[in-house]
Structures are given as C-alpha cells and as structure tokens.
C-alpha cells in the first residue's frame, strides 16, 4: 500500500471557526510533512515530523497547529485563519527525514481549504 | 527567497513535439528529484538523481543532473496527451534539512 489519505478533501470554514485536517498512511514511513500550495505555484514545506516529533517549523503562524498522534497519523488543527489561508494543505510521508538521505516523498491527495 | 528555478514556467507543445523543462538551484543539492502534479492532482514521484552528471531514462523520459549538482534537465520526447501537467523538480538544501520545490514547468500538450 503506497497510498497516503488525507480528510477531508475540501472545507470550508469561516474566519472564527476550528477544524481539523487529517493524514494517514501505512507504509511504515517515519516521517511525515504538511505543504501548503497555492494555485500555480509549488508546495511550501510548512511542517516536518520525523519520529513523531517535531523537527522543522517554517515559521509558521500560531494559528496552524500540527499533531502527530502516532506514527501513521498526521494532523493539522486550524483556528482563526484568514482568507489568504484558502489553498490546496497536502499531506507527505518518506521513509526517514533528512533529505539528505534521498528517500522520495508520496504525497496524499490534499484538502483544498476556503477561509470566508 | 525560491532557490530553485525553472524555465520555461509554461510550454504549450503539439502532440509528437518534444518538451524540455530545465531546473537551476542556487546552491548544490545532495540529490534532485522530479514530480509530476496533474490539474487537480498532487505531485506524483518520477526519478531521483544522485551522482554529479547522472542520466536515466524512463521510456519517453530523459533525467539529466548537472556536473556541479546545481542543475537537471527533464526531456520528453514525441509528447503525449498524458503527460499535460506541471512538472516540478525538487531537492534538499541546508544539510538536508530543508526541502525546496522548483517554481515549475506547466506543459499542455494540443492534441
């Protein structure tokens, strides 16, 4: 199985709400990423969770906030988000973080995100 | 600021044309690799390149990695309708700890 799952696929959400994305995958990979995409252009590592911890932060605002429960699941917690926030959230495991080590990435199917 | 660099950021090709897409970073990558990401898809893994003037195929598909590991070429040949889509390379900077997506190459492809 090398297929990573990420719910929902779209939401939308007013500017005062609180939702949830999720990521799973079962390949036994041990670490796992949230990019965020805007239309036209190229994903933007936002997190890395290598081990179930938290390795980078790309100086992201307080108002995501990522979650790794176990080594399958990913989440990402939103609250007060505004609409620039609206793009396409993917969700990506490899085998080992760093990158250096070569391993490529799957990437999941994404959840496009509307902040109204 | 984007490190890594694409050109052509569009190509519109005729089916049976071939395509080019080259990537340029401004410092050496370990190793590069290059996704694909269809309209409304997510980005699908091609290819991984590691040694410094590296060339591999893939059918209709050719990866090239720079000498100095600061470049890479993807080149299609006699293009198909299926492989309308942008085509992203990509590649660890900073130790490895960072992981830089090219600005991409959108190609159609006019049947």
């Known amino acids: 199985d090398t297929e990573v799952t990420q719910t929902p696929k779209h939401l939308v959400m007013g500017m005062t709400n609180k939702k949830s994305l999720k990521c799973e995958q079962h390949?036994?990979?041990?670490?796992m990423y949230w990019y965020k995409q805007k239309a036209k252009k190229p994903p933007e590592l936002m997190f890395v969770y290598s081990y179930e911890k938290l390795s980078i932060n790309e100086s992201v605002p307080s108002r995501f906030s990522p979650e790794c429960p176990n080594s399958s699941l990913l989440n990402l917690h939103l609250h007060a988000l505004q609409p620039e926030d609206s793009a396409l959230y993917l969700c990506?495991?490899?085998?080992?973080?760093?990158w250096g080590s070569g391993y490529e990435q799957y990437f999941g199917p994404g959840t496009r995100l509307t902040v109204t | 600021g984007q490190q890594v660099m694409q050109i052509p950021q569009y190509q519109h090709v005729q089916e049976g044309e071939d395509f080019t897409t080259y990537c340029n970073s401004s410092?050496?990558?370990?190793?590069i690799q290059w996704y694909k990401q269809r309209p409304g898809g997510h980005p699908v893994f091609l290819i991984q390149?590691?040694?410094?003037?590296e060339v591999k195929k893939q059918k209709r598909l050719t990866f090239q990695f720079g000498e100095a590991k600061k470049n890479s070429s993807l080149h299609i040949t006699a293009t198909q309708t299926t492989d309308v889509g942008t085509y992203f390379c990509a590649g660890p900077v900073n130790t490895g700890n960072q992981f830089y997506f090219g600005t991409g190459t959108s190609l159609t492809v006019i049947p």
């Open positions: 390949m036994g990979h041990r670490a």
């Open positions: 390149l590691v040694k410094s003037g």
């Open positions: 410092t050496t990558l370990s190793n």
């Open positions: 990506a495991s490899s085998q080992i973080w760093p």
